[in-house]
């Protein structure tokens, strides 16, 4: 019984949707058989008049063909609902004691999303062999607006159309938490170092704390999977966009299996890391979100180094940062080598640039 009042809310909806968008084709059909005799009226007149007659005419052509699409995808998608085994599935019915009252989501989503390379996205239920490229174009569109319905305002654009299919499932796993949720993804880890992860990176950075990203440099999680995966917890995306630049994000690898080392006392001590630790079971490294955006930011060429302070984010653009090369995959030398670097400062002197080393030390009496 209430699966088919489902089914009849989800009929009621698409008829809604069928009658709306057939009036508004009407609308616009009256309106280009008007423009003709408009075109014709100003036709000893000024071109401008024409010229912009002209150009209405082709948007609402236009518009028209995109409206008349849709409505024969609605009616497709009604004529799909003939019994309750037809019905889709969405996260606000068919979860509604979650996402209705105080809760308002999933107190923790852990997931697994599939490993699909960008050129293989496609509509799911559609046989391969009947997927063309234009399906493709159309499916990423309709999973980029989907994912910008809930988070328009914190993301660029577009997405990078080269992201693969488990890009959009970070989204979208993180608009099924409640706001004190946590994220628990197990992924490839290309979007780390790739140029397609800068989307993710950023609104990352910007709009949820990363609690931690999980390497291991021993044993892979998937030994039979070709690929490198990493483990990421984050908590759900906060209220205003920004207000992750002041958390600190972990970078942990793992230097032995994790049933070797995955132990309360250990992830303790991971989780009250401050800067940097370094055992022979992990390596952590604490790095402000707020530097791994500036490490991401790229400014104009010509701008100068004031101009940068004072307007800080507000010219350039995120266009991505070397998180796995850096942070999680480098050798332990590296990390050696900047902390030695650290004891130096580098000053410009008439023209030139002058090294300083620091061999003060503190003495204790």
Not at 293 to 302: A, L, M, Q, T, V
Request: with cysteine.
């Amino acid at each position: 019984m209430l699966l088919q009042e489902e089914l009849n809310i989800f009929r009621a909806i698409l008829d809604d949707r069928a009658l709306n968008l057939s009036n508004r084709i009407k609308s616009l059909q009256r309106m280009m058989q008007e423009t003709p005799k408009q075109i014709e009226f100003f036709k000893d007149e000024k071109k401008g008049e024409q010229t912009e007659l002209f150009d209405q005419k082709e948007k609402i052509k236009k518009e028209l063909e995109k409206l008349k699409e849709e409505l024969e995808n609605v009616k497709e998608a009604r004529q799909a609902l003939k019994g309750i085994h037809d019905k889709p599935f969405v996260w606000d019915i068919d979860f509604a004691e979650i996402f209705s009252g105080e809760k308002n989501g999933f107190d923790i989503v852990i997931g697994n999303p599939p490993y699909v390379r960008q050129e293989k996205i496609a509509p799911p239920l559609v046989p391969k062999e009947k997927v063309t490229n234009e399906m493709k174009r159309t499916y990423k569109d309709k999973l980029e607006s989907s994912i910008k319905a809930h988070f328009e305002r914190r993301l660029p654009k577009k997405l990078d159309k080269k992201s693969d299919l488990y890009i959009y499932f970070y989204f979208h796993g993180l608009t099924l938490l409640n706001s004190k949720g946590t994220f628990c993804f197990i992924t490839s880890n290309s979007w780390l170092d790739v140029g397609y992860g800068k989307d993710l990176q950023q609104f990352l950075l910007e709009n949820v704390h990363i609690k931690a990203i999980y390497d291991n440099s021993a044993k892979r999680s998937f030994t039979q999977a070709d690929i490198n995966t990493i483990i990421v917890v984050f908590s759900a995306p906060l209220k205003q966009r920004g207000e992750g630049l002041s958390n600190y994000a972990k970078f942990v690898l793992f230097k032995k299996p994790f049933e070797d080392v995955l132990t309360s006392q250990n992830l303790i001590e991971i989780e009250n890391v401050k800067d940097t630790l370094n055992t022979d079971s992990y390596r952590v490294i604490s790095v402000p979100q707020k530097k791994l955006f500036e490490e991401g930011w790229e400014y104009p060429e010509d701008i100068t180094e004031n101009h940068k302070k004072a307007f800080k984010f507000n010219i350039g653009k995120y266009t991505g940062n070397k998180w796995g090369g850096k942070y999680l995959r480098a050798p332990d030398i590296f990390f050696t080598i900047l902390e030695k670097a650290k004891r130096y400062r580098f000053f410009e002197y008439n023209g030139k640039i002058v090294i300083v080393e620091d061999i003060t030390e503190m003495v204790e009496e």
